[in-house]
């Protein structure tokens, strides 16, 4: 059972561009969303997270929008740059710690000069 | 900034083999975990410690799974007898146990059974 489905798999994006991730989870008991980084031979880097009593959080470039209603969020990155490219995975958990993360399979982006 | 040191950072050992990966988590850490992911999969959770015992299990951590934390400092993840499938990157991570934080992620060890 996937807990958390992201789209696209894959995304192009040229620079200057706005990147958008999109993610939907199924636990209602989920109440904390981080999106990580994960540059090739790294591990995942927390690029920012939400939790559901806000419907959006920006930080930088890098904003959340969170529909607790249709269980869905996203992540938009503004004026991409080619640095941003990596792979992006959205996440969900519940909040107390200990519990794990279920991410979601994760969206290649790449921005071109 | 605080890292979580993962190592080695490749292993190659033959199936039937039992493998230590070895983690030395951010030291003000409480919560230690081991996540795994499959070439060009998503990341999956396998277990998670704190107060010295198991908080929390995946499906994949079966009976040839267990972690350990044999001193103040590291935390291992030891596979009695590999398998083909078990070829991965290994990730540890920790947390404070205030979310605000999140975890923290090492780089990985790239386990190859062969």
């Known amino acids: 059972q996937q807990q958390v489905k992201q789209s696209p798999q894959s995304l192009i994006v040229q620079k200057g561009g706005i990147s958008i991730i999109n993610c939907a989870y199924e636990?209602?008991?989920?109440?904390?969303f981080p999106w990580y980084q994960q540059f090739p031979g790294k591990g995942p880097a927390l690029l920012i997270a939400?939790?559901?009593?806000?419907s959006e959080k920006k930080e930088g470039r890098f904003t959340i929008s969170f529909n607790k209603s249709a269980k869905q969020f996203s992540l938009h990155i503004m004026d991409s740059q080619p640095g941003d490219s990596a792979t992006y995975f959205c996440?969900?958990?519940?909040?107390?710690?200990?519990?794990?993360?279920?991410f979601g399979k994760g969206t290649s982006l790449l921005v071109t000069p | 900034e605080p890292e979580v040191t993962q190592t080695p950072s490749h292993q190659v050992t033959q199936m039937g083999q039992e493998v230590i990966l070895r983690c030395v988590p951010i030291?003000?850490?409480?919560?230690f975990y081991w996540y795994r992911q499959i070439l060009g999969q998503k990341v999956e959770f396998l277990v998670s410690?704190?107060?010295?015992?198991?908080?929390?299990k995946s499906e994949i951590f079966d009976d040839q799974f267990s972690v350990e934390r044999p001193d103040g400092s590291n935390f291992t993840l030891k596979i009695r007898s590999t398998k083909l499938e078990d070829s991965a990157m290994y990730f540890c991570?920790?947390?404070?146990?205030?979310?605000?934080?999140?975890?923290?992620f090492g780089s990985g060890t790239r386990l190859t059974v062969v």
């Open positions: 991570a920790s947390s404070s146990g205030y979310e605000n934080y999140g975890y923290t």
């Open positions: 636990n209602t008991a989920f109440d904390y």
């Open positions: 939400i939790r559901p009593d806000v």
């Open positions: 996440a969900a958990k519940k909040s107390n710690s200990g519990y794990a993360l279920n």
């Open positions: 030291s003000n850490h409480l919560y």
């Open positions: 410690f704190y107060n010295n015992e198991i908080s929390e």
